[in-house]
């Protein structure tokens, strides 16, 4: 199975500053990548797709890049309402899997 | 307003089964594909299952492989999982998550997600 792994772990950062999260997959996946941000206590809810593909609703301060093993969620500006833990996933097979999370706190 | 409300969680023993339901509103439901997501406590996300738009495409992770089964009831706008064979690691918040696309392979990432039912395996 393709393992997808997440870094950092966690990180803390001040308002305004640029944020990137990265995500690895073992294998190729072509673009089929999405990300989700989960805050504390609340539902995950889809970010991006196709690797970078903003979700609507979704505030442009978020962007998605990569193709292929590498991935990178951004976030140009960190809010305070940005606190939550980040995942990628995979979904152009079976199983779908998640990288491990990323917590992103302020400093 | 588009929505997935689970049911069916609880305290169960070991070794036996139990039947999560997710009703969907708001959307054409059998346009769509469906999984069922869980997050252990104080844990990460764990996709366990999806089934897509007519029932013709499912799968599992392995770690229910064999021990849960996916299924759908367009006419009724429901969502099923049951469970068997229940494990203590099964201990998990389970979400059901509609996908973007009609098919689950290839799709688009999951646009809506229930609040979710609480499974507890324990003796």
């Known amino acids: 199975d393709i393992q997808m792994t997440q870094s950092p772990s966690s990180l803390s950062a001040s308002v305004g500053d640029r944020v990137t999260i990265t995500c690895r997959a073992s294998q190729g996946i072509s673009n089929y990548l999405a990300w989700y941000q989960q805050k504390p206590g609340k539902v995950p809810n889809l970010l991006i797709y196709t690797a970078s593909t903003l979700q609507s609703g979704v505030p442009s301060r978020f962007s998605g890049s990569g193709s292929g093993t590498d991935f990178a969620l951004t976030i140009s500006s960190l809010q305070p309402e940005d606190v939550a833990t980040y995942y990628c996933q995979k979904y152009n097979s079976a199983p779908l899997t998640f990288g491990g999370g990323t917590k992103v706190e302020i400093k | 307003e588009v929505q997935l409300v689970e049911s069916g969680g609880g305290l169960v023993q070991p070794g036996r089964s139990l039947r999560l339901s997710c009703a969907a509103s708001?959307?054409?439901?059998?346009?769509?594909?469906m999984h069922w997501v869980r997050q252990g406590p104080g844990k990460g996300l764990e996709w366990v299952s999806g089934i897509n738009w007519n029932s013709g495409s499912i799968d599992y992770a392995d770690s229910v492989k064999g021990r849960f089964t996916i299924s759908r009831d367009n006419a009724k706008n429901s969502l099923n999982l049951q469970m068997n064979s229940l494990r203590p690691e099964d201990t998990a918040l389970y979400y059901c998550?509609?996908?973007?696309?009609?098919?689950?392979?290839?799709?688009?990432?999951?646009?809506?997600w229930g609040q979710g039912t609480t499974v507890t395996v324990s003796s």
């Open positions: 708001g959307f054409s439901f059998d346009d769509y594909a």
């Open positions: 998550a509609k996908d973007r696309s009609s098919s689950w392979t290839h799709g688009h990432g999951m646009d809506v």
